[in-house]
C-alpha cells in the first residue's frame, strides 16, 4: 500500500514556474514507477510524465517536454514536477500515481495509487 500527497500548486503567471512534491508513505517507494497527471474542468485526466523506479528513464507528453521535469530522491520517498515556463493551458489539477509495474504507462487505469491533487493555476 502507498499513500501519496501532492504539494506545491498555486497561482503563477503566464512564464513562471512551480515545482509540486508528491510525498510517498511505505518503504517501497523506489520500486513503483512514478507518474504526474493532470485534469483541466471539463476535459479527461492527462498523462503529463512519468519515471522509472532508479530515476534514469523519464517520458513527457509532448505538450510539455523542454518545460517540465520530473525527478524523484528515492531516500525521501518522494518525486517532484518542475514545470517551467507555464502557460495558462497548463491550468488544471495535478496528481500524482504509482505503478508497480516496470514501465512507465501512459493511461491512468494502469496506475494503482493516487495523490488528491493539488491546484495549478496558470494566469495570462
Known amino acids: 500500500q502507498v499513500q501519496l500527497v501532492e504539494s506545491g500548486g498555486g497561482l503563477v503567471q503566464a512564464g513562471g514556474s512551480l515545482r509540486l512534491s508528491c510525498a510517498a508513505s511505505g518503504r517501497t517507494f523506489s520500486r513503483y514507477v512514478m507518474g504526474w497527471f493532470r485534469q483541466a474542468p471539463g476535459k479527461e485526466r492527462e498523462f503529463v510524465g512519468g519515471i522509472s523506479w532508479s530515476g534514469d528513464n523519464t517520458y513527457y507528453v509532448d505538450s510539455v517536454k523542454g518545460r517540465f521535469t520530473i525527478s524523484r530522491d528515492n531516500a525521501k520517498n518522494t518525486v517532484y514536477l518542475q514545470m517551467n515556463s507555464l502557460k495558462p493551458e497548463d491550468t488544471a489539477v495535478y496528481y500524482c500515481?504509482?505503478?508497480?509495474?516496470?514501465?512507465?504507462?501512459?493511461?491512468?487505469?494502469?496506475?494503482?495509487?493516487w495523490g488528491q491533487g493539488t491546484q495549478v493555476t496558470v494566469s495570462s
Open positions: 500515481a504509482a505503478d508497480q509495474r516496470d514501465l512507465i504507462a501512459t493511461m491512468p487505469e494502469k496506475y494503482d495509487y
